[in-house]
């Protein structure tokens, strides 16, 4: 009983910080991209590796959740999927979103995911930070991946917003998110902690 205590208190200590850091963070959207159907290392998905990461980032924060979305849904096929991001990286090309952040200006901190899609965000990521002005704003990324890690992102953020202060970033797995959900809270935590 008494182990069970000392764990409940220490569970109920990180949510607070966790909590205590979020309000010192002002009002937070944790926007994401993500796709379901057939996906590389776990098969098929009907909920984004990405999407679970958000899910966990806005429950631990807070946040508000918001996910990015295309004029155009991406192939459910994997294979299909790769080729059209490839087309999209190599022509830069910025793909219409079919839904917009209400009251934008009332976000202080944004936590942005993304899939890591040839090396680089999805384009509609761009799309994403060219549509809003994130003067003054944090943003934080996180990223799904197979292996490859932020693969430079943060830079690319930072370069796209250079009125915004970004921070360093969370990746992980896109296997440990869809598969191992209690893995993947955990290292949600850690990293919520250090950068608090």
């Known amino acids: 009983m008494k182990k069970f205590l000392i764990v409940l ?13 979020a309000s010192a963070q002002g009002k937070i959207l944790v926007a994401y991209f993500s796709r379901t159907g057939e996906e590389y290392g776990v098969g098929n998905i009907s909920r984004g590796n990405t999407a679970i990461i958000a899910g966990i980032i ?11 979305k295309t004029v155009k849904s991406y192939p459910t096929n994997y294979q299909a999927c790769t080729e059209v991001a490839s ?7 910025r793909p219409a979103l079919s839904n917009a952040v209400n009251n934008f200006a009332q ?3 944004i936590f942005l995911g993304y899939p890591i899609w040839w090396g680089d ?4 990521i761009y799309t994403f930070l060219e ?3 994130f003067s003054g704003k944090t943003i934080i990324p996180f990223c799904t991946h197979a292996g490859s890690g932020l693969s430079g992102t943060e830079r690319r953020i930072a370069t796209v917003c250079p009125n ?6 969370f990746e992980i797995r896109g296997a ?10 955990s290292a949600v935590n850690v990293w919520l902690k250090a950068i608090q």
């Open 87 to 93: 087309r999209e990286k190599a022509d830069k090309a």
């Open 176 to 185: 440990t998110a869809q598969n191992k959900f209690s893995q993947a809270e």
């Open 58 to 68: 806005a429950q631990k924060t807070g946040g508000d959740l918001f996910e990015i």
């Open 121 to 124: 965000c999805p384009m509609a």
């Open 131 to 133: 549509s809003y002005d």
């Open 9 to 21: 208190l220490a569970v109920i200590g990180l949510a607070l910080s966790i909590s205590e850091s």
């Open 164 to 169: 915004a202060k970004v921070l360093n970033g």
């Open 107 to 109: 976000y202080d901190t």
